[in-house]
Structures are given as structure tokens and as C-alpha cells.
């Protein structure tokens, strides 16, 4: 038996979330059917058993400098600094890499000044170094910087290509979309990737217009559940706090997505930076990086690459963490882990004052008496004090502490 299933989490069933998609308008509730053929694809695709890593173009270089010597070196950058080892393994384009208009055949064609060699050999030379592409597009008639079109009524065409080029992962945006919702829209996509027979990974990008944690997970294998993100710390917590709402909703091959990470923008401090990293791990949220790892400082490659963070994130129980308790400015958060361990975040969001913060069992879902070890995540070591029932640490501002707590082996017969 699997450590921690007798957590206070709850999910919905997964028949639920395969045969039903439910959106949330004016009151009613839509009921959505999905083919058989289809529902398993979804569901068995492969894809997100754990939440992807890896790293998208967006954040950092916007439409500027978005080309093919980017993305190269990028992947470069990846294997040598050891992050691909870590586990970011997707190398992503975002939006600005085709050109404005389609073909005289209505086929997508990559940009001719920035990636000259096509996507086709851009994807064979990711490959080579042991990684995988992804790509963008959009349910609309333009994508959101309208500098290419969009996939709306080319579904299949765009899937066809995708898969001819070996991309293995899409970012499926919402923008100039005609009006139409959300569930008019992202099957159709969803559908084709699946007829190409290719395992593409679907990432819908829907910033929660439609509560798309609700639905999502007939079609994709995770969804926006926010806006945008912005390089600040009042951006990162409400991103949040707004994915948080649904946790019961992840679970392996559909997770909950509060946007790509911001870490070593240069927009926060690096101890915000630790409070960033560390609430996108123990929310299972998808961990895509966003600054240019082709130049970075070791503070931020210490935070990228710390495994045991990593570790919580890619936990095989798959549950997503959840705040079990807040006083004021004061956090804790929380989320089982595989063989009874449970992962503890301690945030102080307090701008100025300094924090003691004292989690308790009770909060966490422990049983009262049980002794723990802690192992700190972020200082990687494991404290000498044993700690019953409660623990307790000082914080100074907008700063956070992580621990995965391990039951004595004497309580585990």
C-alpha cells in the first residue's frame, strides 16, 4: 500500500472528470460527451504522470529574440548546466515563430528570418541533445501577439503539421477567439493531437476564464488557472492563490497551472524567488522556466536545481498541496507524499515584520503523538530536534521554509 492515501485531500472521481466537462455560465452547466477512442487518449496518452519541466521562451524574451540561435543554444544550456538532468526536459517556443500568414495550402510556416532551418530540423537537433520541443499556437484566428495565425478551423491541418515536425508538446492559447467559449473551441484541438498519434503534450491555456480545472482534464493534461504572470511578488502570490482553489482537481495527467515560473528575472529578490519556486513544487504545478538559462547567476541555478524541491513536485502520489492554515500574513501549506511523508511550506508574506510560525499537526493531517524527523529543503540537511504534535520556526519577511516530514520507523509498525 501507498504512503499517505488516508490524507484529508479529496478528488473527484476520474470517471467524472473523463465523461463529463462542465462549464460554469449564466448559471448552467453544460454537459459535455467524449468518445470513447478519445477519453482514452487523454487519459493514457502517457504524458504528465508527473508535472512537466522545462523551459519556455515567453517570459524573458516576449517576440524579441525568439529564433532558432536561441533555442539551440538554450538547449545547450540545459544539458550543460545540468538542469536536464534535474528534470527539465521540454524546450518551448512561444508566441512569434511563424510567419503572419499561412500558406498557399493553409499550412503553418515557420518564420523565415528567425528560424530559417524550419522547425523540423529545430526539433531533430532538441532531440539529439535528449530533450523535447514544444510549440504554440492558439483557439483563436490570431495568437495573442497576432503576429501569426491562430488554429481556429485549422485543428487538424496544425495537429498534422506538429506532429510531421516532432513537437511534443503544445501551449494552446485563448486569445481573439471570435467570441467563442472555451468548450467550443479546445476539444477540437484536443482531438486532432489525438488522431495524429503522436504523444504531444496539451497544455490549454484558457487563464481560467471557465473554471477549465472543472473540464480540463477530459482534454488536456494540465490548464491555466490564472492570468499571465508578471515578475513581482504581488503577481506570483495571487497566481497563488487563485491556482490553490482547485486543487482536488490535479492528479497524474492533469494538473492545475498558475503560469510559467519568473525566477531569475530579476523582478523579486532571490528569497522571493525561493517563495516562488517552492509554491509551484508543493502545488504540483507545472515547473517551466522563464529566464534566460543561458546567463545565469548561481543563486538562481541553486534555486532551479534544488532536487529536493524537485523531488516534492515530481512525487508519484500527485496530490497538490494545499494552505491548511492562515493567520495574518502567515502560511502554511501542506500535501502528502508518497510512503507517509508529508511536504511543509512555511511562508511569511508579511512585508516588513519577521514571523514565528507554528505548524500543528492537526493542520497538516498527522496523527496526534506521531514524532517526525524534518528534513529541510532548501538549507539539505535534517534537523537533530525529533518534533511531536507541533514545530516551530521564525521567518523573516517575504521568505519561506520547506521540509518533507518522515514518521519514525518505530511508528510506521
Known amino acids: 500500500m501507498e504512503g499517505g492515501r488516508g490524507s484529508p485531500w479529496t478528488r473527484l472521481p476520474a470517471l467524472m472528470l473523463v465523461l463529463l466537462a462542465c462549464a460554469v455560465a449564466a448559471g448552467e452547466c453544460r454537459v459535455v460527451h467524449v468518445g470513447e477512442a478519445h477519453r482514452r ?3 493514457a496518452n502517457g504524458l504528465g504522470s508527473t508535472p512537466p519541466m522545462g523551459w519556455n521562451s515567453w517570459n524573458h524574451f516576449a517576440c524579441d529574440g525568439n529564433g532558432e540561435v536561441v533555442i539551440r543554444e538554450t538547449a545547450d544550456a540545459l544539458v550543460s548546466s545540468g ?3 534535474a528534470g527539465y526536459r521540454y524546450v518551448n517556443l512561444d508566441d512569434c515563430w511563424a510567419e503572419p500568414e499561412r500558406d498557399a495550402k493553409g499550412y503553418l510556416v515557420a518564420n523565415k528570418k528567425t528560424f530559417p532551418h524550419g522547425i523540423k530540423a529545430l526539433a531533430d537537433y532538441v532531440h539529439s541533445k535528449g530533450l523535447k520541443l514544444g510549440i504554440y499556437s492558439d483557439a483563436g484566428y490570431k495568437t495573442c501577439a497576432k503576429a501569426q495565425p491562430g488554429s481556429l ?3 487538424e491541418n496544425d495537429a498534422k503539421t506538429f506532429a510531421s515536425w516532432g513537437v511534443d508538446y503544445l501551449k494552446y492559447d485563448n486569445c481573439n477567439n471570435g467570441d467563442l467559449k472555451p468548450l467550443q473551441r479546445y476539444p477540437d ?7 495524429t498519434g503522436r504523444p504531444i503534450y496539451f497544455s490549454l491555456c484558457e487563464w481560467g476564464d471557465m473554471h477549465p480545472a472543472k473540464w480540463g482534464a477530459a482534454y488536456g493534461n494540465s490548464w491555466r ?14 497566481r497563488a492563490d487563485q491556482n490553490e482553489v482547485w486543487a482536488e482537481y490535479a492528479r497524474p495527467g492533469g494538473w492545475n497551472d498558475p503560469d510559467m515560473l519568473e525566477v531569475g528575472n530579476g523582478g523579486m529578490t532571490n528569497d522571493e524567488y525561493i517563495v516562488h519556486f517552492s509554491i509551484w513544487a508543493i502545488s504540483k504545478a507545472p515547473l517551466i522556466i522563464g529566464c534566460d538559462v543561458r546567463h545565469m547567476p548561481q543563486n538562481t541555478y541553486d534555486i532551479l536545481a534544488n532536487k529536493e524541491v524537485i523531488a516534492v513536485n515530481q512525487d508519484r502520489l500527485g496530490i497538490q498541496g494545499k494552505k491548511v492554515r492562515m493567520q495574518g500574513s502567515q502560511e502554511i501549506w501542506a500535501a502528502p507524499l508518497s510512503w507517509y511523508r508529508m511536504a511543509v511550506l512555511l511562508v511569511n508574506r508579511h512585508a516588513k515584520d519577521d514571523a514565528e510560525i507554528t505548524v500543528h499537526w492537526d493542520d497538516i493531517g498527522l496523527p496526534a503523538g ?9 538549507q539539505h540537511k535534517t534537523l537533530d530536534a525529533k518534533f511531536t504534535d507541533k514545530m516551530a520556526f521564525n521567518l523573516t519577511s517575504h521568505t519561506a521554509k ?7 520507523k518505530s511508528q510506521m509498525n
Do not use: C, H, N
Not at 488557472?225 to 495571487?238: K, L
Not at 506521531?370 to 532548501?378: I, Q
Open 189 to 195: 484541438m484536443s482531438k486532432a493531437l489525438m488522431k
Open 83 to 85: 538542469l536536464a538532468a
Open 41 to 43: 487518449s487523454m487519459l
Open 402 to 408: 520547506m521540509f518533507v516530514l518522515t514518521p519514525l
Open 153 to 155: 478551423g485549422y485543428e
Open 370 to 378: 506521531t514524532t517526525v524527523e524534518a528534513r529541510d529543503l532548501w
Open 225 to 238: 488557472t490564472t492570468d499571465d504572470i508578471q515578475d513581482t511578488w504581488e503577481s506570483m502570490t495571487s
